[in-house]
């Protein structure tokens, strides 16, 4: 019996192993990719869920600390299979709340091009009544070509309720740091980035006024530095890491009485369009 016993397990195990040789010789073909980030530009409105309900995938839109996606936030590219891609925005408000959570803001379809990179700008307002009404801009991002002893930077005004405005760049934000004589980027408008302009490496704050005018100052916010490559570490991408390119996202403040209301003034972030290259 004990032999038959071992036997009948060694044949068993025999069928296993060539199983599982069968099954390593299949490969499965790699999908074509789009590259996607998510901007919420919704001045009045709280954080947000983003999913793809046509397959599953990881979007990474969401702040892993909290797993939600609040007003301001830019998030890093996330590779998803190209085609036609079927998003849907849930409302998220930190609430634990069913009826809350299951309310679907906004229902569309993007068709995305394989190895293109996309910003999806959710802006406008999501209040009944309000315009522009909430919405996505679907950006194509052409990267820019950056030489590894300068940085391109760009600007867009990303929500509603501020611009057009004149972008003018310093060396920090201090109070007494003289503005340059004449801006970086003119007449920012609402939807729509500026051009790419390549600057030396170096430390960069950005201000933002009103188109014509240095005073008052809408929103002033430092760029981030990068950290040079090192043993076993990647260049970290910043303006004065050669080779970076950034967005400066525009947000104007949150709209009264909306969840994003203690958000009094404008403000800028910044997105990561180009990594530098490890040398």
Known sequence: MRLRFFASLAVAGSVVVGCGHDISGTTSPIPDLAYVRYVHAMPDTGE???????????LNFADPSTGYTPYRTVTTYTGISAGSRHFRVFTNMQSTDINVVSQVILDTTLTL????????LH?????????PHQHFVLLTDAQPTVTTSQVAIRAIVAAPGIGPVDVYKTADTATATALPASPVFTAVAYGTPTSWSNLTTGAAALRVFGTGTTTPTLAKTQAPAGAAQQALLDPVAGVTVGGTALTAFIFPAGVAGSPNNKLTTPSIAYGIDVRPPRQ
Request: no cysteine.
């Open 48 to 58: 947000v869920d983003v999913h793809l309900v046509d397959a599953v995938e990881n």
């Open 113 to 120: 091009a394989p190895k293109t990179y996309y910003t999806i």
């Open 123 to 131: 802006t406008g307002y999501a209040r009944s009544g309000a315009t």
